[in-house]
């Protein structure tokens, strides 16, 4: 499975953001895809996962109830949706696939990652 991150942007404290997370191969459906995110000079930590249908998405404590993670299996597409963005919330995002375990919170567990994309929150 080749991952690819998009909707990454500048944006104001308070803001929204959509990122998606394109992919391609075959069986995506049977993928858990999370979203995981490295800021600077921070290690990469977990943000959200979907697992395959259907099983229900787990968010980190940063997240929850600002975001929202959702699937289009026909697209092929994940989505991270955050609202009431934070200057902390300013990282690197990364989607990543794997069909080893449904939830996963480690990036270890993750065999596919796509490129990242860059979101950026300003005060």
């Known amino acids: 499975v080749q991952l690819q991150a998009s909707g990454g942007g500048l944006v104001q404290a308070g803001g929204s953001l959509r990122l998606s997370c394109a992919a391609s191969?075959?069986?995506?459906?049977?993928?858990?895809v999370g979203w995981f995110r490295q800021g600077p000079g921070k290690d990469r930590e977990f943000v959200a996962v979907i697992p395959w249908s259907p099983n229900r998405a787990a968010y980190a404590d940063s997240v929850k109830g600002r975001s929202t993670i959702s699937r289009d299996d026909e697209k092929e597409t994940v989505y991270l949706d955050m609202s009431t963005l934070r200057p902390e919330d300013t990282a690197v995002y990364f989607c990543a696939a794997t069909r080893r375990t449904i939830r996963s919170r480690s990036g270890n567990d993750y065999d596919f990652w796509g490129q990242g994309t860059q979101v950026t929150v300003s005060s």
């Open positions: 191969g075959r069986a995506f459906s049977s993928y858990a």
